[in-house]
Nanobody
C-alpha cells in the first residue's frame, strides 16, 4: 500500500503564495509520477501539475503555468507545489496522487486552499 499525506493549505489573500507538500510512504517502488489535482465546490476534479519521479519532467495545466511550480525531493519521498500569485479561482481542495503504470492509483486526503479577494 501507498500512503500520501498533503499539508500546507490555508487561507490567504489574492496575490499571496503557499507551498503544498505531499509526503509519500509505503510501497512507493515503481512510482512513475506524482501529480496535484484540485476540486472546487460543485466542480469536477481537475489536473494541476505533475512530475515524473525518475527524471523530474514536469507538466502543468494552462491555468497555473507561470504561477505554480512542482518539484520533488526523492530522498524525502516528497513532492511540493509552490503556488504564487494566487487568485480566488484557485480556491479548492488540493489532492496529490501517485501514478504507477497508466493511472493515478493512490490519492491523499486533500488540503484546503482558500484565496480571498
Amino acid at each position: 500500500q501507498v500512503q500520501l499525506v498533503e499539508s500546507g493549505g490555508g487561507l490567504v489573500q489574492a496575490g499571496a503564495s503557499l507551498r503544498l507538500s505531499c509526503a509519500a510512504s509505503g510501497r512507493t517502488f515503481g512510482t512513475y509520477a506524482i501529480g496535484w489535482f484540485r476540486q472546487a465546490p460543485g466542480k469536477e476534479r481537475d489536473f494541476v501539475a505533475a512530475i515524473t519521479w525518475r527524471t523530474g519532467s514536469t507538466n502543468y495545466a494552462d491555468s497555473v503555468k507561470g504561477r505554480f511550480t512542482i518539484s520533488r525531493d526523492n530522498a524525502k519521498n516528497t513532492v511540493y507545489l509552490q503556488m504564487n500569485s494566487l487568485k480566488p479561482e484557485d480556491t479548492a481542495v488540493y489532492y496529490c496522487a501517485l501514478q504507477k503504470g497508466m493511472e493515478y492509483n493512490y490519492w491523499g486526503q486533500g488540503t484546503q486552499v482558500t484565496v480571498s479577494s
